[in-house]
Antibody
């Protein structure tokens, strides 16, 4: 059973960079067939896809966030990470990491429990 | 404003059937892209409920079914139960955005 667990600071100051890591267990990031993904949910709102990475390092980002987002993978630690720069209060959200099955329309079949990140001074 | 449009809320009594619509456009459903559905129980992460328009992952009851036609998709829930009270999201791919897109979500209330 694949499990994903987000980790990182719960509080980030405005203009700084938000950094989160997702640790995968029960499966290898190096195995093909999956995108490793970040999705966020603003308080009381819907889901927003941030981006994903393939084990080769190929990345795909939401155009609305692309200029501020970097997703990277560390196969030796079976982890992948999110960096979101120049954050504002509007970036306060629950951030989920998820595994997406590679298809024409990727589907998110396993999710982490989510971590709340608040942007505030 | 989400690329995929869902009603904010639907409701039904126990045992009834409810449907949740998801309306897209020519750059997603109309281009032939599939729809997936997720259920998010209060305070938890979303769970894959339906994939590839109408397929259920192992463990999902057959009370849940999905369909897609043209630029719209639907999720149907029959034999409504109290534990079905949750938020439901549709998801697809949009070729004008070159990425995954979600609907705004629908809150299901079991009366």
């Amino acid at each position: 059973q694949v499990q994903l667990q987000e980790s990182g600071p719960g509080l980030v100051k405005p203009s700084q960079t938000l950094s989160l890591t997702c640790t995968v267990s029960g499966g290898s990031i190096s195995s093909g067939g999956y995108y490793w993904s970040w999705i966020r949910q603003h308080p009381g709102k819907g889901l927003e896809w941030i981006g994903y990475i393939y084990n080769s390092g190929s990345t795909y980002y939401n155009p609305s966030l692309k200029s501020r987002v970097t997703i990277s993978v560390d196969t030796s630690k079976n982890q992948f990470s999110l960096k979101l720069s120049s954050v504002t209060a509007a970036d306060t959200a629950v951030f989920y990491c998820a595994r997406a099955v590679v298809r024409v329309v990727p589907r998110f079949d396993y999710w982490g429990q989510g971590t709340l990140v608040t942007v505030s001074s | 404003q989400s690329v995929l449009t869902q009603p904010p809320s639907v409701s039904g009594a126990p045992g009834q059937r409810v449907t949740i619509s998801c309306t897209g456009s020519s750059s997603n459903f109309g281009a032939g892209y599939d729809v997936h559905w997720y259920q998010q129980l209060p305070g938890t992460a979303p769970k894959l409920l339906i994939y590839g328009n109408s397929n259920r992952p192992s463990g999902v009851p057959d009370r849940f079914s999905g369909s897609k036609s043209g630029t719209s998709a639907s999720l149907a829930i029959t034999g409504l139960q109290a534990e079905d009270e949750a938020d439901y999201y549709c998801q697809s791919y949009d070729n004008s955005l070159s990425g995954s897109v979600f609907g705004g979500g629908t809150k299901l209330t079991v009366l």
